[in-house]
Nanobody, 126 residues
Framework: VQLQASGGGLVQAGGSLRLSCAAS????????GAWFRQAPGKEREFVAAISRSGYGSVSRYADSVKGRFTISRDNAKNTVYLPMNNLKPEDTAVYYC??????????????????WGRGTQVTVSS
């Protein structure tokens, strides 16, 4: 499966964006989906993950985005979404989507994901 992320941009603090990650085929439904981000000079970090089809639509979030970001997926469209509200300057980063067939317990582990999309830049001005 191949992934294409989109939806990044420049927004003022307090604003909103919605990221999308489109997968190339229907096998996407068999993968857990996730978003990670990487700010300049920092390591890539976990943002949010959502379970694969048939696993109960379980989601997980980094503490820094809880209550502001909401991950969802539409298996009919082979797409994972990340609406982001109340954005802060510290959310500025390149955002990457990824999928994996892994144990859900490791869904927030960057090194467990082997299929990545190209990043999309999110810049939040103060």
């Amino acid at each position: 499966v191949q992934l294409q992320a989109s939806g990044g941009g420049l927004v003022q603090a307090g604003g909103s964006l919605r990221l999308s990650c489109a997968a190339s085929d229907r096998t996407f439904r068999n993968f857990h989906g996730a978003w990670f981000r990487q700010a300049p000079g920092k390591e890539r970090e976990f943002v949010a993950a959502i379970s694969r089809s048939g696993y109960g639509s379980v989601s997980r979030y980094a503490d820094s985005v809880k209550g502001r970001f909401t991950i969802s997926r539409d298996n009919a469209k082979n797409t994972v979404y990340l609406p982001m509200n109340n954005l802060k300057p510290e959310d500025t980063a390149v955002y990457y989507c990824a999928v994996a067939q892994i144990v859900w317990a490791y869904a927030d582990h960057t090194d467990q994901y082997t299929t990545w999309g190209r990043g999309t830049q999110v810049t939040v001005s103060s």
